[in-house]
């Protein structure tokens, strides 16, 4: 078994624990928060690991403009890319999509409640 531990030494934004980070999260490829890849992102703060003597600050990346969002987006263009139907803007599924990328667009701008 090798030994390659990682010690945070600085506590990471909300809600993220530095220890569960895959290299690619602290690479800024994948969502900090989700794993997704990224494409449009926000800066979301950032993590201190130490390994032996070394310090090494990442920079923290999330999907924009939210997960829920992205995912709703991704969902929606992954679902329209292989559909025959949705050509035709006819396809029910496509339309369920989109809406619910809208829904999702609408709460981030609304800021929910209030
Ligand atoms: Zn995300
Ligand atoms: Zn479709």
Redesign the pocket.
């Known amino acids: 078994m090798k030994r390659s531990e990682l010690v945070i030494t600085a506590p990471g934004p909300a809600g993220i624990d530095p220890a569960a980070l895959t290299r690619e999260q602290l690479l800024g490829w994948r969502c900090a928060l989700c794993g997704t890849l990224l494409t449009g992102d926000r800066p979301l703060g950032t993590v201190t690991l130490s390994q032996g003597p070394t310090l090494t600050t990442y920079p923290l990346w999330a999907c924009d403009p939210n997960c829920a969002t992205e995912h709703a987006w991704r969902a929606a263009i992954g679902?329209?890319a292989?559909?025959?139907?949705?050509?035709t803007g006819e396809?029910?599924?496509?339309?369920r999509?989109l809406d619910a990328y809208s829904a999702a667009f609408r709460q981030e701008h609304e800021g929910g409640a209030g």
């Open positions: 679902h329209a292989g559909c025959e139907a949705c050509r396809c029910v599924t496509g339309q999509l």
